[in-house]
């Protein structure tokens, strides 16, 4: 933990008194979205300390040319910018002719951020002496509409203390912004068109390059008493607009400033029609009003929380862990539209870049899997597939030929467009991770039929590659993969990564029984596929050999598989016996120190166990888990969880809730020191994870859910539900027993504890 100013709460994220120290933490913490659009909680007037500021539309990049690597063959040309949109939210505020600012006020009191995650509403208040001494109260409440998508509201409220003032509120939009995060500092955007007519106005503009073309918009009106504040033209550039509402305040009245704005993208309009949707909607919500539409927020917020909600019960801060973790979730993606995906940084900053990482397939879909639908999660899987051919482009600029597909570390369009080159063509384990993901999306919901009509094909493509990126070894007899980066990044250019290595042969082995599968079952679509493909019995053999002789590192000393073939030629100390002043580790030392150290970023022969842990004893996971937890540092995000659910599977509860509170409060608490970057989006589906497949013990087992549930001695209670095949179950567990109630209209059949369980529709069973 390296902060502790955010409160607990059940439902909400609040911070108390302004302190400057804390503004760009906060502006990630605070950060909302509605899933095709978000915001860092920046704020709506001038700020003259350090912030960093952040608006983002789904799905709209800029491919920036790489600093590095241009003299390597294959390396990729650019890295995708997740870009700052043209700013919406802007106000400027004028007390009695100066401009306010709280980084120059002379005295802020009363300073309250709160997120209503349950409401989806962002207020900040405070009072605040202002630097030409007018004492004003201020109530800012802002929210992006999950019903009209295209559209935030902001509404600024200023009270003016004992003594009359001038009001002047100037609402702007301005498309001269730049990116935090930029290689060469070009210039991402470029603006066509300025206008504003009465109270309303518009800026169309495109990225540069890639074409995106938006319409940035905003609507205001001013409010005193019941009287409506008439406005008039501010000031337009060439990328900026605003306009002016000036009035008397009498003292201890207020005004009230209603915005709405956002945008409009081509993506999903013609473009010459972005102005006129812009006004359609700003016609939409007008007509409701900031009321009407935030009492639809609040009604659509709930139907989410009704299905994705956990509730605990005896453990505040647990409980404000897992409901900041599934809010941000549902901010960044609801699964209408398959171009999109789930960015590691969602909405809330611009680090690392991309739209897709493997964080995806492995943490993302079971989250989306059992709080939505099968719809939500197949559409995350076509995404995959309609990258195919980009994936096998990817491969040929490499070498590979025949179909081999290597889909990419980072990418917004399927091309890779990450520039580490050895997280970029050495950590190939993803390709096995969209693999499992269609494994786990057929065993989860049932739906055979993706893999017929899309999901074969991509399980080609991925072993074709495994195939040609093996070698035979004579020394060994046995097929290698060299030069790879596994899971944990702080090991680079290792030579048969375990974790790596077994997802190859799992994927070429899980591959061929598809093949055989879809023969019998869908011949139609078998003859399509190996028409399309030109795959031959042949080819088939030569993965079979590979699977059946690939090669595994294993410590007979140890009893373990080695993380890599070097692993045990390292100076084994474990992290116990580091000092603090060296962690983290990957802001404290040199790469080259990091690379030739024991220690590990994240899961990785530990991944493996989880990903098939039906493949080994219990023992074996704990012979493993003794041997490579404590060399691991947990310096990912993507660490805790799995660590958490391990550890609860060996019945290790305390370690388990450890684990638990560091993957579900890493941002609250900014575990890493670097929340000012933004959130870690993707790794809060594994703090889902550890709490339903942790403590619930959930699996499939033999086309069944099952359940081993445990809980914590800190809490009193746990809830939660999951949509197992268009079924609803609700889990609730003590430390006495187990409910279990199902919602639907056929019985079904569980496992609890490794006993069969019949639940039936609306009865209370307790096991």
């Keep these: 933990m390296n902060q502790d100013y955010i409160k607990p709460d059940k439902w909400c994220i609040i911070e108390e008194g302004f302190d400057s120290e804390n503004v760009k933490s906060s502006e ?12 860092r909680a920046n704020f709506e007037e001038t700020y003259t300390g350090e912030t960093f500021q952040g608006s983002y539309i789904a799905g709209v990049y800029y491919p920036d040319k790489t600093r590095v690597g241009w003299w390597k063959n294959g390396y990729p040309e650019y890295f995708a910018k997740v870009l700052n949109a043209p700013n919406w939210i802007g106000i400027k505020v004028f007390v009695d002719g100066v401009e306010f600012d709280l980084a120059t006020s002379k005295k802020v009191s009363g300073f309250r951020r709160e997120l209503n995650m349950k409401e989806g509403v962002y207020t900040r208040r405070f009072q605040t002496v202002t630097s030409n001494n007018i004492e004003i109260d201020v109530v ?35 498309s001269g912004i730049t990116n935090e995060d930029s290689n060469w500092d070009d210039k991402f955007w470029n603006t066509t068109n300025v206008s504003s007519e009465n109270n309303r106005a518009f800026i169309e503009a495109h990225t540069m390059k890639t074409e995106f073309k938006t319409c940035t918009f905003m609507q205001a009106s001013v409010s005193y008493g019941d009287k409506d504040v008439s406005s008039v033209p501010a000031e337009k550039t060439d990328n900026f607009v605003s306009l002016k509402f000036e009035q008397n305040v ?30 359609n909607s700003l016609s939409e919500v007008s007509e409701l009003g900031f009321k009407g539409l935030l009492k639809k927020q609040i009604a659509a917020w709930a ?10 019960k005896g453990d505040i801060k647990a409980q404000q862990g897992i409901r900041f973790n599934i809010f941000q979730l549902n901010q960044t993606y609801l699964g209408t539209d398959s171009r999109l995906n789930i960015g590691p940084k969602g909405f809330t900053g611009e680090k690392y870049g991309g739209s897709t990482y493997w964080d995806t397939e492995a943490y993302c879909i079971p989250f989306y899997m059992a709080t939505k639908d099968d719809k939500v999660a197949r559409k995350l899987l076509k995404y995959r597939y309609n990258h195919l051919e980009k994936a096998i482009e990817n491969a040929k600029k490499l070498g590979f030929s025949n179909g081999a597909a290597l889909y ?12 580490e080159w050895e997280i970029t063509f050495e950590e190939i384990h993803r390709n096995g991770a969209i693999a499992f993901a269609i494994h786990n999306y057929f065993r989860y919901t049932g739906d055979y039929s993706y893999i017929p009509e899309m999901g074969l094909e991509v399980l080609i493509g991925i072993s074709r590659f495994w195939h040609q990126r093996v070698n035979l070894s004579k020394v060994k007899n046995k097929y290698v993969m060299l030069g790879v980066t596994g899971p944990n990044e702080y090991e680079n250019n290792v ?23 879809v023969k019998n079952g869908y011949p139609d679509d078998y003859h399509r ?6 795959l031959t019995d042949r080819e088939c053999g030569k993965w079979k050999k590979v699977a059946s002789k690939m090669y595994f590192p294993y410590s007979k000393e140890y009893g373990v598989f080695l993380q890599q073939d070097g692993f045990l030629d390292k100076d084994l100390v474990k992290v116990s016996e580091l000092p603090k002043s060296d962690r983290p580790i990957n802001q404290k030392w040199s790469w080259d120190r990091i690379l030739r150290s024991p220690y590990i970023k994240q899961a990785d022969v530990l991944q493996g166990f989880y990903f098939f842990e039906e493949d080994f004893s219990t023992e074996d996971l704990e012979r493993h888990f003794d041997f490579y937890e404590p060399f691991t540092v947990h310096e990912s995000s993507l660490s805790p969880c799995v660590h958490s659910i391990q550890a609860a599977k060996l019945g290790r509860m305390e370690q388990a809730y450890n684990f638990y509170l560091r993957t579900s409060r890493l941002d609250l608490d900014d575990y890493n020191k670097e929340v000012e970057e933004g959130l870690h989006i993707t790794s809060m589906a594994g703090t889902w994870m550890s709490i339903v497949e942790g403590f619930g013990g ?4 033999n086309d069944k859910l099952s359940f081993k549930p445990q809980i914590p001695n800190q809490w009193k209670t746990y809830s939660f539900k999951v949509n197992f095949r268009n079924r609803i179950i609700r889990v609730k567990v003590t430390a006495e027993n187990t409910t279990f109630q199902l919602t639907g209209t056929e019985e079904v059949s569980i496992r609890v504890n490794g006993k069969k369980v019949s639940l039936y529709p609306d009865e209370l069973i307790t096991v």
């Excluded at 003292?251 to 999903?268: D, H, M, Q």
């Excluded at 990419?408 to 890779?416: A, D, S």
């Design 28 to 39: 990630s913490i605070f950060s909302i979205g509605n899933g095709a659009m978000g915001q």
């Design 140 to 174: 800012v409440k802002r929210f992006l509409s999950l019903d009209v998508d295209e559209v935030g509201a902001i509404s600024y409220t200023i009270k003016v203390l004992k003594t009359d003032a001038t009001i002047v509120f100037e609402p702007y939009l301005d």
């Design 250 to 279: 009498k003292a201890n009245e207020s005004i009230t400033l209603t915005k709405f704005g956002g945008y409009t993208v081509a993506r999903n309009h013609p473009n010459d029609d972005l102005v006129k949707v812009a006004k």
């Design 303 to 312: 139907a989410i929380w009704e299905m994705s909600d956990i509730v605990i």
């Design 408 to 419: 990419p570390m980072v990418t917004m369009n399927g091309e890779e467009c990450h520039n």
């Design 495 to 517: 030579n048969n990564n375990w974790y790596t290595n077994y997802l190859a042969k799992w994927c070429i082995n899980y591959t061929l029984t598809q093949l055989e599968k």
């Design 529 to 534: 596929i190996v028409g399309k493909t030109k």
């Design 698 to 701: 959930m699996r499939i087992v």
